[in-house]
């Protein structure tokens, strides 16, 4: 891993609960603030303009923002408007097209070990010649967005550009860095900023650690 492609973050540099506003209805559930909201909204303002920069510069530069959801929503909707505001080097507005996909990998004993998109073959037939950029929330292991790519390569698109807001440093990872990062976290479960526990947390802005007190309280 380059640490300059990326804002690393450590378990031992977190905030106190008391420094930032926390949801009355967490303030138990929560045991620190791994990256406040402030800190991520500057980031994908920059990370914007890096994905804006290495747009092919057709007549009219275009891009097809794939969403993968649920937990990648929130920084989709942020990252998209930081790219309306953006320019190429030339002063070029950016055509923007979305999408939206779920993805299931099934690699237990019963599995083929495919990964499954939400879009039919002739949905994803639509991003034939087209310039995508698929937006996670998270990168674990990896395994998954390979195995994602791969299949999204056959139907043919001009180029294929992945950011994640966040990459975990666990020791499980393929190896796998998508093009653009936002933050290296340690590998602990956090919670914020649309990723959930449960589905809870996805409503507070901060990405946080979860407490044992949180663990307990949302577990099913």
């Given at each position: ?24 209805h967490?303030?138990?559930d ?31 530069p ?50 083929t ?10 949905e994803?037939e ?6 995508l ?9 990896g ?49 914020g900023?649309a ?17 044992e ?8």
């Amino acid at each position: 891993m380059d640490a300059k492609n990326w804002i690393d973050i450590d378990i031992e540099r977190v905030y106190p609960l008391d420094h930032f506003v926390v949801p009355q209805h967490y303030e138990k559930d929560i045991e620190s603030i791994l990256i406040p909201h402030g800190m991520i909204k500057d980031r994908i303002n920059k990370l914007a303009k890096l994905i804006v920069n290495e747009i092919p510069d057709d007549p009219i530069p275009n891009l097809v923002v794939c969403c993968v959801l649920k937990g990648g929503h929130q920084y989709f909707a942020d990252l998209v408007d930081e790219i309306k505001r953006c320019h190429t080097s030339k002063g070029k507005s950016i055509k923007l097209s979305l999408e939206f996909l779920k993805v299931k990998s099934y690699e237990n004993d019963q599995s083929t070990g495919d990964v499954r998109i939400s879009l039919s073959d002739k949905e994803l037939e639509e991003f034939r010649g087209k310039n995508l950029l698929i937006v996670e929330d998270i990168i674990d292991t990896g395994r998954t967005m390979v195995k994602l790519l791969k299949r999204l390569e056959e139907f043919g698109p001009n180029s294929i550009k992945v950011t994640s807001l966040l990459i975990k440093k666990t020791p499980h990872s393929n190896g796998y860095i998508p093009h653009y990062v936002g933050f290296a976290i340690p590998d602990a479960f956090v919670v914020g900023y649309a990723l959930d526990y449960n589905e809870h947390f996805r409503d507070l802005d901060h990405i946080a650690v979860i407490s044992e007190h949180g663990k307990k309280a949302y577990a099913v």
